[in-house]
């Protein structure tokens, strides 16, 4: 019974039903903790740490993928990337944990776990985990903007799933490699291939992940001066969250929509404006520390053109103090350098 609600999850998860998957998780871990079989627990929070990432639910996730870390032995449970969705559950709690650190505000400890994570699956020497974790490992370091590290890991990505005939996690690559194509000015080579690459991902059924994957196809075509087509594509990636329940992303989408709505239309600063403190609620709701203080940098260069520095000033100052760590980071530099700027003048 485990094991077949374990397929199911699975199943429903490449379609990003989010409330249906939410349900057959807790089946699974009810289950798991009735048994009291410590390989059952861990396979039980394994589907919890990924539907909570999902629904944007970063608390619970973070709890879930350190009781998976807590459980997972490598010699016990090597047999798992066989019985329960193809990868390794010990590579999959490093590699959402790198995920869900970057989203709660840790981006240095984002990049730990995502190395952890690369390091087991290659001590595994499991393909299938490798290529997962090297895709995760992708998507913290486009997260953190480290461009020559994301090409990187995007071209090993594109690599061992062209070898293996990983269809879908190649895609991924292409998607993870492209954005770095467009940090690097391959604006129109950049967006063609990420529009595509998510096209290709989507022919395999899965919606799972496209709104983060839109949501860097807009940052591509901002970097490349389209504000219209990235208008687009923040509307597709909402239109996706909403349908799916996947909201983990909603925060970043809403941000990069004020972004793409100022460029398109400078007249239209208001609406901008509304977006920016949409996308600040969403991420304090669901303590996303990452893509509040972005969301709070766009909002405050705002304010600072329309004369409000002191408020700017004031709330940027707040959320940055709140960081400790990835000073080293392009969010928090942009930030620390737009608050020197404002006590300046």
């Known amino acids: 019974m485990f094991r077949a609600l374990w397929g199911l999850w699975l199943v429903t998860n490449g379609r990003a039903r989010i409330e249906d998957l939410q349900r057959i998780a807790e089946e699974l871990l009810a289950l798991a903790e009735r048994q009291d079989d410590p390989a059952l627990l861990l396979e039980g929070h394994h589907p919890m ?13 973070k709890r879930h993928v350190e009781e998976g870390m807590a459980l997972y032995n490598l010699e016990q449970h090597r047999s798992h ?31 730990e776990q995502t190395g952890a994570s690369l390091a087991l ?31 990187e890991i995007g071209s090993s990505t594109i690599a061992i799933c062209s070898e293996y005939g ?16 467009a940090e690097q000015g391959r604006g129109a080579a ?7 690459a998510i096209a290709e991902y989507r022919a395999t059924g899965t919606e799972l992940l496209v709104p983060f994957f839109l949501s860097a196809l807009a940052a591509a075509h901002l970097k490349s001066g389209d504000a219209e087509a990235a208008l687009s594509a923040t509307v597709q990636g909402l239109e996706v969250a909403a349908e799916t329940g996947q909201q983990a992303w909603t925060a970043e989408l809403t941000r990069l929509q004020g972004v793409s709505t100022l460029k ?11 977006l920016f403190r949409q996308a600040i ?18 909002l405050a260069r705002l304010l600072a053109t329309q004369g409000a520095r002191d408020a700017a000033r004031e709330m940027l100052s707040n959320a940055y103090d709140r960081m400790t760590e990835g000073f080293d980071t392009a969010d928090l530099r942009d930030a620390k350098l737009l608050l020197e700027e404002l006590k300046s003048q």
């Open 49 to 61: 740490w990924a539907t909570k990432l999902w629904r944007g639910d970063l608390r619970a996730a």
């Open 81 to 111: 990337a066989i019985l329960y969705g193809g990868h390794d559950p010990g590579v999959c709690c490093r590699m959402m944990s790198g995920v869900i650190l970057w989203l709660l505000g840790h981006p240095t400890s984002a990049v």
């Open 121 to 151: 699956a290659r001590e595994l020497s499991h393909p299938y985990s490798l290529a997962m974790a090297y895709c995760f490992a992708g998507m913290v370091h486009q997260l953190r903007r480290d461009v020559n590290t994301t090409r």
């Open 166 to 181: 990983f269809r879908q996690w190649l895609a991924v690559g292409k998607i993870i490699d492209g954005w770095g194509l």
């Open 190 to 196: 950049a967006t063609a291939q990420i529009g595509a």
């Open 264 to 274: 398109y239309t400078p007249s239209d600063a208001s609406k901008a404006e509304a």
């Open 281 to 298: 609620e969403i991420a304090r709701r669901q303590a996303a520390g990452s893509l509040e203080l972005r969301a709070l940098t766009s």
